[in-house]
């Protein structure tokens, strides 16, 4: 399996509402990534998870919140978003720093 | 024609033809470097990545330049199809042993049939 996989791949929220979003690899990579897109421009780095620890917090509003289960999963919990944070929302994985970084398809977020 | 990563230009290119697609990095400490290739509504795809210990790297129909005197590289595509339309990014690990990847602006590859 060379694949990271994202659920759901479209998700739209009201403002008030609590979702996750999920990401899972099964490739053994020991790092996790959240990374936010919004259109025409290049994604950005959210969040970092090595070996299952936050290792990397881009100040991002408290209002997403990363968890890392197990060296597999990773999820981005959402609440009480803006209509700002309508983005696409990418996961990746790696095998470690200096290496080809692995994308999943990503969630298109809508707040409403 | 070539153009630069630090806006979001597009690249028009016959098919047939080869494309060069260049990015400007910031910062000389950066070492190591991946293109990706990203279509509309996916995300983005490992193409090819160098290391700064190396100047040139060749992959299917893929070579990518890296000049680390200008801080420069480029991903350049032989006999460019239809199928390589998409934006392309460089990306770069800024600090060595970090896990941030910074993303450069990006350039759409448009190929004419």
């Known amino acids: 399996d060379t694949e990271v996989t994202q659920t759901p791949k479209h998700l739209v929220m009201g403002m008030t509402n609590k979702k996750s979003l999920k990401c899972e690899q099964h490739?053994?990579?020991?790092?996790m990534y959240w990374y936010k897109q919004k259109a025409k421009k290049p994604p950005e780095l959210m969040f970092v998870?090595?070996?299952?620890?936050?290792?990397i917090n881009e100040s991002v509003p408290s209002r997403f919140s990363p968890e890392c289960p197990n060296s597999s999963l990773l999820n981005l919990h959402l609440h009480a978003l803006q209509p700002e944070d309508s983005a696409l929302y990418l996961c990746?994985?790696?095998?470690?720093?200096?290496?080809?970084?692995?994308f999943g398809s990503g969630t298109r977020l809508t707040v409403v | 024609g070539e153009s630069v990563g630090l806006h979001l230009p597009t690249l028009s290119v016959q098919e047939g033809d080869n494309s060069i697609i260049n990015c400007a990095y910031s910062?000389?400490?950066?070492?190591?470097f991946i293109w990706y290739k990203q279509e509309s509504g996916k995300g983005p795809q490992f193409i090819i990545d160098?290391?700064?210990?190396?100047d040139k790297r060749q992959g299917q129909r893929v070579t990518v330049l890296l000049n680390k005197t200008v801080k420069h590289l480029s991903l350049q595509i032989a006999a460019t199809q239809p199928g390589d339309s998409a934006v392309y990014f460089c990306?770069?690990?800024?600090?060595?042993?970090?896990?941030?990847?910074?993303f450069g602006k990006g350039t759409k590859l448009s190929v004419i049939p």
């Open positions: 990746a994985s790696s095998q470690g720093t200096d290496y080809g970084y692995t």
């Open positions: 160098i290391r700064s210990n190396m």
């Open positions: 910062n000389s400490a950066s070492d190591y």
């Open positions: 990306a770069e690990n800024q600090e060595a042993g970090s896990y941030q990847l910074t």
């Open positions: 490739m053994g990579h020991r790092a």
């Open positions: 998870y090595s070996y299952e620890k936050l290792s």
